[in-house]
Nanobody, 118 residues
Framework: QVQLVESGGGFVQPGGSLRLSCAASGTISSIDIMGWHRQAPGNERELVATITGGGGTNYGDSVKGRFTVSRDNTKRTVYLQMNNLKPEDTAVYYC????????????WGKGTLVTVSS
């Protein structure tokens, strides 16, 4: 079993920055793909960013150039640096883990709320 615990959410003004962290515990492998998704009220959950064990990254179109995903395999932690935040980035951000051989996300965190507002 795997547990994912997010932290770092909060309130920020437009143009500001936040850094999210996700600590993983349980049966984790360095080849698992970790990442972030988000869900705003009334919207479907969408991809924000993923990162492979080797550091390969993938970003949703709306965050490219503003967000950076990274991971520390020794600490079993994945990070999301969010810069130039916009009101439309307001959402609950969920950490995710997908086994390399899986077609979909296998584990989710409980989420952390990010609110961008003036």
């Amino acid at each position: 079993q795997v547990q994912l615990v997010e932290s770092g959410g909060g309130f920020v003004q437009p143009g500001g920055s936040l850094r999210l962290s996700c600590a993983a515990s349980g049966t984790i492998s360095s080849i698992d793909i970790m990442g972030w998704h988000r869900q705003a009220p009334g919207n479907e959950r969408e991809l924000v960013a993923t990162i492979t064990g080797g550091g390969g990254t993938n970003y949703g179109d709306s965050v490219k150039g503003r967000f950076t995903v990274s991971r520390d395999n020794t600490k079993r932690t994945v990070y999301l640096q969010m810069n130039n935040l916009k009101p439309e980035d307001t959402a609950v951000y969920y950490c995710s883990l997908r086994r390399r051989w899986s077609s979909g996300v296998n584990f989710w965190g409980k989420g952390t709320l990010v609110t961008v507002s003036s």
